[in-house]
């Protein structure tokens, strides 16, 4: 999704672009091959990088970008869950060589990028002890510019992976069965993958028990039906070293829908919260984040802030702001330099 908001910016911003793209690494590779022949001069590339190890075709390519005429290219990496033992496959080899190949990699960015972006500070502090001399940059996140509903009810809205490892989902569910425990205070939306609900039993058995929960699964195109009934929105995830690293798209979602958030106070998601004063945190008990949510929902004062601030946010860094800031830091117009 990223990738595809970022192409859309910068074809709102310039003319002409030349873009390698394809549902397969061949259709890619044809769409290089063209671009070659044309001999053009840029000013720069950016790249976003795919999550996972880049396929041989793929790496190919982004080895070949330095025989093209670019001034300084730049590439948004995503993902170091391989850094952190996660396993991402079934085969052993295949999982214990996966560090090494992802070391490697990053030693081959090193060389053929000016830039390199990443969405938080914690990601880049982990990410300089592979490439410790690299030039490495803060790009989180931007914010789709949306006119939202003014929305102030007992309805909380969590959207995304409902996994019991990095979602909270567990911790949210139980939070949820402790506020409504005597009678039905606070109805819970979640938005998620079908597959993914139909897998989880847990969330399952609860939605059909319990007329406080509903369960959607609407696409990026339709979202906005149930965030218009949603008050603020949650982040519950924790316990896991890897995702203190990460800022979740989700949670510029929510900033773009103007939804203040309670999140469980999990490295950098908590310290953007806080620091940017667009909602509240907890503990990972139920206890703690269910008063959070109350004291929210009801108090009108509060609930008011968070969202005047969410707004101030939001109006300062939309995606349109994310492409100033690379073309900036991808040419001459670099501070210092």
């Not at 910016?9 to 259709?27: A, F, H, M, P």
């Not at 001399?133 to 939202?148: R, T, W, Y």
């Not at 890897?242 to 309670?262: A, G, R, V």
């Amino acid at each position: 999704m990223r990738s595809s908001i970022i192409k859309k910016e910068l074809e709102k911003k310039y003319d002409s672009i030349d873009v390698v793209v394809g549902q397969n690494t061949e259709e890619r590779e044809k769409a290089f091959e063209v671009i070659k022949r044309k001999n053009n001069d840029y000013d720069f590339c950016y790249i976003e990088s795919k999550v996972g190890v880049t396929r041989y075709k793929d790496t190919k390519i982004l080895y070949s970008l330095k025989s093209l005429k670019i001034k300084r290219i730049g590439i948004y990496y995503r993902d170091m869950y391989w850094a952190y033992k996660i396993k991402t496959s079934e085969g052993k080899f295949k999982n214990l060589m996966i560090p090494t190949i992802n070391s490697w990699y990053l030693k081959l960015l090193d060389k053929i990028c000016d830039v390199i972006f990443v969405q938080s500070d914690s990601f880049k502090y982990e990410l300089l002890k592979f490439i410790p001399n690299s030039k490495v940059l803060l790009l989180p996140p931007g914010c789709d510019n949306i006119k939202v509903l003014d929305v102030h009810n007992h309805s909380i809205l969590y959207v995304g992976e409902v996994d019991n490892r990095f979602s909270g989902i567990d911790l949210l569910l139980d939070t949820l069965k402790y506020i409504n425990n005597e009678q039905d205070k606070v109805t819970l939306n979640i938005v998620c993958r079908e597959e993914e609900f139909i897998s989880n039993k847990t969330l399952l058995e609860i939605a059909n028990s319990y007329t406080w929960i509903n369960i959607y699964h609407n696409t990026k195109k339709n979202i906005d039906e149930i965030y218009n009934i949603s008050s603020i929105a949650v982040i519950p995830r924790s316990g896991d070293e890897y995702t203190k690293l990460c800022l979740p798209i989700k949670l510029f979602e929510y900033i773009s829908f103007e939804k203040p958030i309670i999140a469980i106070d999990h490295g950098e998601v908590g310290e953007f919260i806080r620091n940017n004063q667009i909602g509240l945190t907890a503990n990972g008990n139920k206890e703690e984040f269910a008063k959070q949510i109350i004291d929210l929902l009801d108090n009108a004062d509060s609930y008011a802030f968070y969202k005047e601030q969410i707004s101030l946010y939001k109006e300062k860094n939309l995606w349109s702001n994310r492409i100033e800031f690379i073309e900036t830091s991808l040419t001459n117009r670099i501070i210092g330099e």
